[in-house]
């Protein structure tokens, strides 16, 4: 693996990604890398790209061109964090990881708002009245175009502000393992070298600095569960309101994708597309008709989402204070004291110990292994990251398609058929013009839904 050679590579990429305003996520860099001897997506491009940006004196360019998988943090955080962990950097590596966590409790703080907000808004605390002077109001479609956009508006706040806080979580607990193998490898190294030197007695008499066997199996992807938002459902359950209030709708599916997790290009094409075909073909009293039934909908997928986002509110805080309250500060512990506990006496034992030839031989065979075993850890620990990552993901693009497939089904079904010549005669050419009319707008309205579809 010529490393020079990549360096320039990802560099190439970065400009490239920068001129176009686009990124790159962690398996297309690794994609990309594949002719220079990168065999897969693993943390190993992470260190990569951050080597590359050191490189070339912390290229602006590289830092802002990749992402991790999940397109929310760039792969220099991830890269900077691992390279303050594999140095010792303690003074920067904590300080680093307090600032974080400083973050994930303001996002939680923030969602706890958003989410007392709402509850407390006159729309969803009188939602059932409201949508009942609209149904038999005389204004139409209008006043269920602008109370639709008020809830919606406030809707993809609380999903954006939740998913923001989930992400922050998240990081703090992939962190958190990254830290635990730190934490592990040098907990190993210490015990077997006592152990060398005073027989497995010395176990008996184990220190109980640090609870090595619950950080050990901390459950950190079960801590994480998959909630099911009725918002992700949203332009499914409610097309006509969503196609008549387009502009929000769209704004929140490509500039605050962080709060609809199915907005990549592909996916918000397919949605609008989608949306666009509903409403193309429907009269006013229909559109009214299910604007006003599908305005009761949204409220009643708002309260069910509030309250579920609520509850796993709790669940977060709960996550992110054992972090922050125990298991962190307990690592910065046993990491900061532990090379002062273990200093020059513990240099002339070792010194001794291993004085021997044959056993010093040992112990780097030993320290060899153990450095294969911090590396399939971590190489662990990522696949577990990105096992969880695709799993969510292919299930959101199955959800998506399965809630569209109808309305695929229906444009293609839809397409207006070609008249024969000898029709086209009898009409003296009314027919083909007709046709070509039909055409016009079926191309218009439909087929953005079927190229869309057979594209994601």
């Not at 152990?195 to 199996?217: H, I, M």
């Not at 298991?327 to 273990?342: A, K």
């Amino acid at each position: 693996m010529e490393k020079e050679k990549i360096y320039q590579e990802i560099r190439n990429l970065s400009r490239k990604l920068q001129k176009d305003a686009a990124v790159y996520t962690r398996a297309d860099v690794a994609y990309e890398l594949r002719g220079f001897g990168v065999e897969k997506d693993s943390f190993e491009v992470e260190r990569l790209v951050w080597e590359a940006y050191k490189h070339f004196n912390e290229d602006a360019a590289i830092g802002q061109a990749f992402y991790d998988n999940g397109k929310k943090r760039p792969l220099v955080s991830g890269g900077r964090l691992d390279h303050l962990m594999e140095t010792g950097d303690d003074n920067a590596l904590f300080p680093l990881l307090q600032r974080e966590l400083e973050s994930g409790g303001d996002s939680l703080l923030a969602l706890e708002q958003a989410v007392t907000q709402i509850m407390d808004r006159t729309m969803l605390a009188k939602a059932g009245q409201a949508v009942l002077a609209t149904v038999v109001g005389t204004q139409g479609v209008a006043k269920v175009r602008n109370e639709a956009t008020a809830v919606f508006n406030s809707y993809s706040g609380l999903v954006s502000r939740y998913d923001d806080a989930k992400g922050q979580v998240k990081y703090l607990m992939a962190d958190f393992v990254k830290l635990r193998t730190r934490v592990c490898d040098a907990y190993r190294r210490y015990a077997m070298i006592l152990t060398d030197a005073f027989g497995d007695s010395v176990k008996a008499v184990e220190p109980r600095l640090f609870d090595f066997d619950s950080v050990e199996w901390l459950d950190v992807q079960g801590m994480l569960q998959q909630v099911k938002l009725d918002y992700d459902r949203i332009a499914e359950k409610c097309s006509m309101l969503m196609s008549d209030i387009s502009e929000n709708f769209s704004q929140s599916l490509n500039a605050a994708s962080r709060s609809y997790r199915s907005a990549e290009s592909k996916k918000a094409g397919l949605v609008l597309a989608a949306l666009n075909m509903a409403s193309h073909y429907a009269d006013a009293a229909q559109k009214t008709t299910e604007m006003k039934q599908e305005l009761l909908s949204l409220k009643n997928s708002v309260k069910h989402d509030v309250t579920l986002v609520k509850g796993d509110l709790g669940r977060l805080t709960v996550i992110y204070k054992t972090l922050n309250d125990l298991y962190i500060p307990q690592s910065e512990v046993f990491c900061r004291f532990s090379n002062q506990v273990f200093t020059a006496e513990w240099k002339k034992l070792t010194d001794m110990l291993y004085a021997d030839t044959q056993a010093k031989a040992l112990k780097q065979r030993r320290d060899g292994l153990l450095d294969e075993v911090k590396e399939l850890e971590k190489d662990m620990a990522d696949e577990e990251m990105n096992i969880s990552y695709y799993t969510s993901h292919i299930d959101e693009c199955k959800q998506l398609l399965d809630s569209l497939r109808d309305q695929y089904m229906l444009a293609k079904a839809g397409k207006p058929s070609r008249p024969s010549g000898l029709a086209n005669l009898f009409s003296l050419g009314t027919a083909k013009t007709k046709y070509n009319r039909s055409l016009y707008e079926w191309n218009q309205a439909c087929k953005p839904v079927i190229s869309r579809f057979d594209d994601l």
